[in-house]
């Protein structure tokens, strides 16, 4: 518990760490490249625990309190008096286009991390999952579509599909809208047309899109990893190492088709073979209710943890690797989806087509920050890249206080051919406070939603 704990709290600094100091070192240089003069460089916000001043013009570089954040802090008149002789190199004398450009700096650096971060994991090769379809629900779209099993997806449309991540997301991105599926099966490639229609926001926010399609995927007959003592499975004398492979004269393709076959005969008898070693064994034993204590759903088990066949999860893993053109290249691209995926996701939120519980705040971060991490340097890259899209997004939003907010008020300076006053710019900032707490609160409410 505590290993994991310190896991999930190093990965929490860490993408914090990486992703602010590229987000303040973009400011920092195009505010250099300005000749704009830089006073501080701060990672953290409030009071300054540790600093060193260095360079020509003795930047102040500094750590502060509350590690959430940073700023970098320029010469600037309407923060306080600046010697004359520095008076060119003030921030708010700049020309308006140079004040975009440094304002923009920050975000823009984000995205190109991102970019960076996709293509390194391009580069260096991740293990994946190759998108290898079992039998579809009844009544499905993938059942109507003709999908069977043991078909492994090579396209979507003109698009080639690598990974299931590849797979999930083309499906994402295509939500509502009927597309071709190209699979390979047995050799042999065959053109599916598959209709998305049924996919909904909330499948999206839910994580239900495969199951509303009716797409279940391929693992093999699952492994009894363990039994219950004094469940059916045990009684029965199932043992763990025996691996599953019908139930009730039908082949089991994941382990989800064992669950789905409980569901069908809550409290009637089932028939299990198992292959134990060299042996084929069956067993006829009846599913018992149990309700689960956090949610208090009721459902028929019989009791066995199981796992995957390790042969069968190599058989079905790749290892995913480009060389840099090929990687730059897709790094564009996937920043560019997840942006514009994120994007309309915010669009719905605010017209109410998507639940403002997709919004989050720093303590699930944190804890997807630490998964990612366990998982693996590439997953953590990968975690690292998408938190770093959607703090480029979130500072771009015209909100003041924000660099989002800035642009907006050096756009309309531009239309104008004056600056806002004071008094405008005094109530912008109000409203943007007022909205921005109104934010963090309910980012913190949905996360503590999450933990209790």
């Not at 700049?94 to 440094?102: E, F, L, T, Y």
């Not at 064994?281 to 066949?309: A, M, Q």
Request: charged share 20%; with cysteine.
């Amino acid at each position: 518990m505590m290993t994991a704990f310190l896991i999930r709290a190093a990965a929490f600094v860490v993408t914090i760490a990486v992703l602010v100091i590229a987000h303040e070192f973009g400011h920092y240089l195009v505010a250099r490249w300005c000749n704009v003069k830089v006073l501080r460089f701060s990672f953290g916000m409030g009071r300054v625990l540790w600093s060193r001043k260095l360079g020509r013009d003795q930047t102040e570089w500094a750590l502060s309190l509350f590690p959430i954040g940073g700023y970098v802090k320029m010469l600037d008149e309407t923060e306080g008096d600046v010697p004359v002789k520095d008076l060119p190199r003030a921030f708010n004398r700049q020309p308006v286009g140079k004040r975009i450009a440094i304002v923009a700096a920050g975000p823009l650096t984000n995205f190109l991390l991102a970019i960076l971060f996709f293509a390194m994991l391009g580069m260096i090769g991740t293990n994946e999952r190759l998108p290898v379809l079992s039998t579809p629900a009844p009544h499905s779209a993938a059942e109507k579509a003709g999908i069977e099993s043991q078909d492994r997806v090579t396209h979507i449309n003109e698009t080639a599909i690598d990974s299931l991540i590849d797979f999930q997301w083309q499906l994402l991105t295509h939500a509502r809208q009927e597309v071709l599926l190209t699979v390979d099966r047995g050799g042999a490639a065959r053109v599916l047309p598959l209709s998305l229609a049924e996919i909904t926001t909330r499948d999206e926010e839910e994580g239900r899109v495969f199951s509303r399609l009716g797409i279940a995927f391929y693992t093999g007959a699952p492994v009894v990893r363990a039994t219950r003592a004094g469940m059916p499975a045990e009684r029965a004398g199932i043992l763990p190492g025996d691996k599953i492979i019908v139930v009730d004269q039908r082949p089991v393709e994941n382990a989800q088709a064992l669950s789905d076959a409980m569901n069908q005969s809550p409290e009637s008898p089932v028939e299990i073979t198992v292959q134990r070693g060299e042996e084929t064994r069956h067993f006829t034993l009846t599913p018992t209710l149990f309700t689960d204590e956090k949610t208090g759903n009721v459902s028929p088990k019989i009791g066995v943890e199981l796992s995957l066949d390790p042969d069968q999860v190599s058989r079905l893993q790749k290892r995913v690797r480009h060389d840099p053109v090929t990687s730059l290249r897709l790094g564009v691209t996937r920043t560019w989806e997840m942006t514009w995926m994120s994007l309309k996701m915010m669009g719905k939120m605010v017209i109410g087509e998507a639940a403002l519980k997709n919004i989050s705040g720093p303590i699930t971060i944190a804890d997807f920050a630490g998964q990612s991490a366990m998982m693996g340097l590439d997953r953590f890259v990968s975690f690292l890249a998408m938190v770093s899209i959607a703090l480029g997004i979130i500072n771009l939003m015209p909100i003041p206080l924000l660099d989002g907010g800035h642009l907006l008020y050096y756009s309309l300076e531009l239309l104008r051919g004056r600056p806002l006053s004071e008094k405008a710019m005094a109530i912008g900032q109000k409203i943007g406070m007022t909205f921005l707490l109104a934010l963090i609160a309910l980012a913190l409410l949905n996360d503590f939603t999450r933990l209790l």
